[in-house]
């Protein structure tokens, strides 16, 4: 069964990094578009960024431009979220998914999440 490993959470203050990353077991994460969401307590989940299956293309919603960067690894089969000047607000637990094609539709698998905190 196609499962995702994401890692990379911590305890941060105002204005610090975090670098997320996201590992497939029992399938290429190469195949398909990848994202990542995120769900703070009491809010709706979200996508704050996918990218396509070439790396070419990437997206962020308003809230992460200029701040988050996503990348993938085709090498090494991963996936990550670069988080800079990392802001309260910033405060959730995040999860990366697969889709099998492009970024939108379903997702085949997600991972379990990492909690990210930041605190002042």
């Known amino acids: 069964q196609p499962q995702l490993v994401d890692s990379g959470g911590g305890l941060v203050q105002p204005g610090g990094s975090l670098r997320l990353s996201c590992a497939a077991s029992?399938?290429?994460?190469?195949?398909?578009?990848v994202g990542w969401f995120r769900q703070a307590p009491g809010k709706e989940r979200e996508r704050i960024s996918c990218i396509s299956k070439s790396g070419i293309t990437a997206e962020y919603t308003d809230s992460v431009k200029g701040r988050f960067t996503i990348s993938r690894d085709k090498a090494k089969n991963m996936v990550y979220l670069q988080m800079n000047s990392l802001k309260p607000e910033d405060t959730a637990v995040y999860f990366c998914v697969a889709y099998p094609g492009v970024c939108e539709g379903l997702y085949k698998a997600r991972g379990q999440g990492t909690q990210v905190t930041v605190y002042s």
């Open positions: 029992g399938f290429v994460l190469n195949y398909g578009a």
